[in-house]
């Protein structure tokens, strides 16, 4: 991808003219945001700049563009490369990220890891000159990189470019504000007193004032023209410089001095020479031996920049040259002039399969399409293209495409479906499919079966989002015949129309294709097809049918083949896929994770137009966990996509409109709630897909009943459970009868809520579907399982079930007065079964029952209670203090004295630790007599036991503080949680994450961290000396964690948050000179200097009142180029 040749800036003439004032512009403008030279060929731009940088000590990256330079990922790798050439590290990251990714990625995240480079690694100011600017042909991706890097203004960064005509950037703005430096060809023209030295210096002419004002006039002080003039006038008296100027214009001025002062005297077969090797951009030795049939190309090319015939060495190796541009027009035009077409075609020919064996694909396409062959360009395009997505490709392609004629594109079928396959890439579905479907009429008209077979897939693909279902029928008959059974092409299609069988709810026929697609003796030698098929059997065919473990397995096998560093971009798909049998199992927690890294893969790869998707299921999964926040982001930017694009992926449009729903439940909107639910559930219909129809009418239903819609929502259930039931799917049918339950007990209509609710426990039973009542739909479970105990429905099922969800205690123990009696036993064993204390009294009530059953029953279950391990405390201390006993929180009324929350506390900051009394007495009564001391500590753990265990006997040993022999010591239950622990745990698990490189995670980790970190230790107690220890290192843990945190922040170019998270610790430290460093970076990367100049101001004053210190020397000279 990197041509090191175009890192080179241009060797300087041996007699240089030192253009003094223009100099001077150029070290000015290096204060500013952008130095631009606009003006023609020959104007001298590229020796002016050659030359600043000879006399002054700017460290610069030179980069000489062409036109293969029109995609952002080679842009940022040159301009990567050159710094790191430049400074030995900075862009040393980038090109590993542009490695990783490829050609297809999307460049935003190469750039930000530049940007990152660029402000930790460069102090000084460097210079970055784009020249030959013009030959990216207005390309708008390249552009957007341009006008972004400009936006930044970088401090330590200046960019000057340097073009033929003024370069199409947004820059009015910067213009507007006197942040531009502009030198066009008014400013580039030599002046009389630079015609004079330069005639001096170069030609030993010294002209007087009337010849001097010839030259002048009729050159115009053009650059070139001086030069050649120059050269013309050698051995000539000066007052023929009229003459030989005339009125003929430079061109053919220049050209009849190439012809006549060197050209022409040349020998034939150096002239035939110069003439082939102009037909490439740039050549080789080999590729000037292959053009001109030559074996000595070497030696010409030597005895060529002996005589400084405009030739350009590329690189310091001597393996790729070029001749100066007017040069090549003048031996392009004698080549067309004298030589026969044919013959200039054969050398394009020549030239393109020399380009082909390099694999520069856009010198390839350069040749053919300068012969107009325009079967070869379809050759190549179709060729190029597979099953695998690459945006800046498609952007490369479409831009070639433009270069021919629309009806030449009609006649290849390879060139139309060059032009459908870019267009769908970027999301223009609608104008894909016109190209396509021209393609395919093409192909078959032709018996071309790969390509009929490409354009079938993509066509496919369209018309299933545009749930086309008899197009998806008609073209599968009309074509899948046709296809190799063995081809790629079939594969693919294959899988297409298993898609849509799905969808037409007729799984065993998609059924039969997918296993016969997977379990094909070749299928492997089909990578792609093979994973796919792996994949979307997983997600479309087993996860629609309640086959959970089975849809995973298949998902992470063909993520496993994939790799991290999938070349056929289809990773991000499958990850999507994963999140999306995750979120059906309700694995709420762990989907933000895998759905961010499937989209940071969508975009990375550029498929911008995938992502709608993925961010609707992240925006239902993070409402479902009541971040609504995130929720809002991610929606927000599918919307932004789909506002771009005319893509619509309507069975999973679903998603979208879902989580917009459930945002007007959030916000208590009624009338948004109706007419976004009104929509998904028509959207879902209209596609006739049994579980969109399903997943919709679960998410949606209790919404409708709580917003007085009941009957639309059992309608809705009981559709669901009937499509679920006849599409085969028991976990689908499962779930739609226990919601159908719970809104018709919320009705009171009891028969039905009791006969949908035992149906649902049946097809959890039968199914080992647990987590659909522990998990997925926990909350309704949780009010209909106590009613399914007490109603004697599917006894053992239910109370295995109950006995591992404790929130139900309560229920449980009010059914010990209302169940029937053949049911009491299974109440108290189920009350057993969730440790459920509080029951004790009620069940020694039962001590004294009738029936010798259930007085058993109760006697062992009380045992069975006492016989418990002591509940999990849950405490809180920083910020509010806060305990919970299990579910039980403890109120601040139950501190009889305020002495034993403060040896709580003690105890608990010394975690099972043994703690004597004097230290105790001495800590909390000092100035209290020994006895009397001892006596009030006595009655502080009475208290504190009482707390704990409320109506604990004296006698009884407690389960949470042991007395022994003068110490006491607290006892933490298992799974007791205490914050300032968990944070510290956190805090450490997140360092050691970054360090080993798992980002993810770390941000996981650090972002549950700060979480925790509500305020300072036991706030209620800032005066207690002895929790001062313990206080300032968990606020030095604090502020360790906010600085490793922002720095992978910053790296990951999250700068929003970063600042975010750096403004915390700006709170409680503003004097910090590293933080404020990073914030200032963190502004200037947004592109608000103003900011980052404000921050500086900040912790200057700060540094100044609190520590009477000025700022160091970093900051002060990152602080200087922002000014300077």
């Known amino acids: 991808m990197i041509s090191r040749t175009k890192l080179l800036p241009p060797s300087s003439p041996v007699h240089l003219v030192l253009r003094g004032r223009l100099f001077d512009r150029l070290r000015l403008g290096v204060r500013q945001r952008l130095t631009c030279l606009f003006a023609g060929g020959g104007w001298g731009k590229s020796v002016l700049l050659s030359s600043f940088l000879q006399e002054h000590d700017f460290p610069f990256v030179w980069y000489s563009l062409d036109p293969t ?171 023929t410089a009229a003459a030989l100027l005339g009125d003929r214009g430079f061109e053919k001025l220049i050209f009849q001095y190439f012809d006549e002062e060197g050209f022409r005297k040349m020998p034939e077969p150096l002239r035939d020479f110069l003439k082939t090797t102009s037909i490439p951009h740039r050549f080789t030795p080999a590729l000037a031996g292959q ?4 074996d000595d190309p070497d030696r010409i090319i030597e005895d060529l920049l002996g005589k400084e015939l405009f030739l350009i060495r590329l690189d310091e190796e001597g393996h790729w040259y070029r001749y100066h541009h007017l040069f090549r027009d003048f031996l392009l035009g004698r080549l067309q002039a004298e030589d026969a077409p044919r013959l200039v075609a054969d050398l394009h020919r020549r030239a393109a399969g020399y380009f082909r064996a390099e694999d520069d694909l856009d010198e390839v396409i350069y040749h053919v399409l300068q012969v107009c062959d325009y079967a070869a360009a379809a050759s190549i395009i179709e060729q190029r293209i597979d ?36 267009h769908y890439v970027g999301g223009q579905w609608r104008v894909a499919r016109e190209y396509l479907v021209a393609a395919l009429e093409k192909a078959a008209g032709e018996g071309d079966k790969g390509l009929l077979g490409k354009a079938v897939y993509f066509l496919l693909v369209m018309h299933i989002s545009w749930e086309e279902f008899g197009e998806v029928k008609r073209l599968v008959e009309k074509t899948l015949p046709i296809l190799p059974l063995d081809s790629p092409e079939m594969a693919q299609s294959a899988i297409m129309y298993a898609i849509a069988l799905m969808f037409r709810n ?84 762990a989907i933000p994770a895998i759905a961010g890294e499937a989209a940071e893969e969508m975009r990375k790869r550029g498929l911008i137009f995938t992502l709608p998707s993925v961010l609707a299921l992240t925006a239902v999964s993070a409402l479902s966990c009541g971040d609504v926040p995130r929720a809002r982001q991610t929606l927000g930017e599918a919307d932004d996509i789909l506002a771009h694009t005319d ?75 009937a499509r679920m039931s006849a599409f085969g799917n028991p976990y689908g049918e499962a779930r739609s009868r226990l919601l159908l339950a719970a809104v018709a007990y919320d009705q009171g209509d009891l028969p039905p809520a009791r006969e949908q609710l035992s149906a649902a426990l049946r097809l959890g039973e039968d199914n080992a579907y647990d987590f659909l009542f522990l998990s997925k739909e926990r909350a309704i479970a949780a009010r209909m399982l106590p009613l399914a105990l007490a109603w004697g429905l599917h006894l053992p099922y239910v109370s295995r079930l109950l006995g591992q969800l ?16 053949e049911a009491l036993p299974m109440v108290a064993e189920v009350l057993a079964d969730m440790g459920s204390r509080g029951a004790e009294r009620a069940l020694v009530d039962l001590f004294k029952d009738p029936s010798p059953e259930v007085r058993r029953t109760a006697r062992k279950v009380v045992a069975r209670i006492r016989a418990l391990p002591p509940v999990p405390l849950r405490v809180r201390m920083l910020g509010e203090f806060k305990i919970s006993v299990g579910d039980r929180e403890v109120p601040g009324s139950a501190w009889k004295r305020r002495m034993a929350r403060s040896v709580f506390k003690y105890l608990l900051l010394h975690k099972e630790r043994e703690i004597g009394s004097d230290r105790l007495l001495g800590t909390f009564f000092p100035d209290v007599e020994a006895s009397d001391a001892a006596k009030r500590l006595h009655q502080v753990t009475s208290v504190l036991r009482t707390v704990l265990e409320p ?35 956190l805090c450490g698990e997140g360092r ?88 200032m970076k963190c502004y200037l990367a947004l592109g608000d200097r103003a900011k980052a100049v404000q921050t500086y101001q900040r912790c200057q004053s700060a540094l100044k009142e609190e520590l009477d210190l000025a700022p160091g020397k970093a900051l002060t000279a990152f602080y200087r180029t922002l000014t300077a």
């Not at 053009?291 to 030559?294: E, F």
């Not at 065919?541 to 397995?553: D, I, K, V």
């Open 69 to 239: 330079d029109r995609d952002p990922m080679r842009f940022l790798a040159h301009i990567s490369e050159g710094f790191r050439r430049r400074t030995g590290q900075v862009g040393q990251r980038a090109l590993e990220e542009i490695a990783a990714v490829g050609e297809g990625g999307d460049w935003h995240f190469v750039f930000a890891t530049l940007l990152n480079e660029i402000l930790d690694g460069i102090t000084e100011k460097h210079l970055l000159i784009l020249d030959d600017y013009q030959a990216l042909d207005g390309d708008e991706r390249v552009a957007e990189v341009v006008a972004a890097l400009l936006r930044l203004s970088l401090p330590t960064v200046h960019v000057i470019l340097s073009s033929r005509e003024r370069p199409d950037l947004p820059l009015n703005r910067h213009r507007a504000h006197g942040e531009i430096s502009e030198l066009g060809p008014d400013d580039l023209r030599f002046t009389g007193v630079e015609i004079r030295d330069l005639f001096r210096t170069s030609y030993g002419l010294e002209l007087d004032a009337q010849q001097l004002d010839a030259l002048q006039t009729y050159t115009e002080g053009w650059a070139i023209g001086l030069r050649l003039t120059g050269e013309a006038l050698l051995g000539k008296p000066p007052e």
């Open 291 to 294: 053009l001109t049939d030559r």
């Open 387 to 422: 099953f695998t997505f690459s945006s800046n490709f498609a952007q490369r392609l479409k831009y070639w495409l433009t270069r021919i004629p629309e009806k030449e594109i009609a006649a290849y079928g390879g060139l139309l479906f060059g032009k459908g396959w870019a």
């Open 506 to 589: 007729r799984p065993a026929a998609a059924g039969m294709i997918w296993n016969g697609l997977i379990h094909h003796p070749r299928a492997r030698q089909n990578p792609i097809a093979f994973y796919t098929a792996l994949a979307g059997m997983g997600y479309m065919y087993h996860l629609p049918q309640g086959r959970f473990t089975e849809a995973a397995r298949q998902i992470e096998d063909a993520l496993a083949l994939t790799g991290p560093c999938d070349p056929s971009g289809v990773r991000g798909m499958f990850l999507h896929f994963l999140a999306g049998v995750w979120q059906e199992m309700g694995r709420f927690e």
């Open 647 to 721: 893509v619509r992926h309507v069975w999973r449009q679903h998603d979208n409109l879902v989580a917009k729903t459930l945002f007007a439940v959030h916000d208590g909107d009624k009338s948004a709630f109706f007419a976004h639910a009104d929509l998904a559930v028509a959207t879902a219909a209209k596609n006739d897909d049994p579980f969109a129809c399903y997943q919709v009418a679960c998410h949606l239903a209790p919404h409708y009943a709580a917003f007085g819609a009941a009957r639309e929502a059992r309608g809705l259930l009981e559709d669901a459970a």
């Open 806 to 821: 404790p929130q139900c205690g309560d229920q449980v123990l009010s059914l010990l007065g209302s169940a029937g009696r």
């Open 951 to 985: 109506g604990i006997s004296t006698k009884r040993e407690s389960s949470y503080l042991k007395a022994v022999d003068g110490s006491y010591r607290l006892i933490l239950p298992e799974g007791s949680w205490i914050d300032a622990f968990a944070f510290e745990a």
């Open 992 to 1079: 050691q994450l970054q360090d080993a490189g798992d980002h993810g995670r770390a941000i996981s980790c650090y972002e549950s961290a700060l979480g925790l970190f509500r305020g300072d230790l036991l706030e209620e107690d800032l005066f207690e000396e002895w929790i001062d220890p313990f206080r300032v290192r968990l606020t030095a843990l604090f502020l360790k964690t906010l600085r490793k945190f922002s720095r992978l922040l910053f790296d990951r170019m999250d700068y929003e948050r970063c600042l975010e998270v750096l403004a915390l610790a700006a709170e409680r430290e503003p004097w910090d000179e590293v933080g404020a460093l990073l914030t």
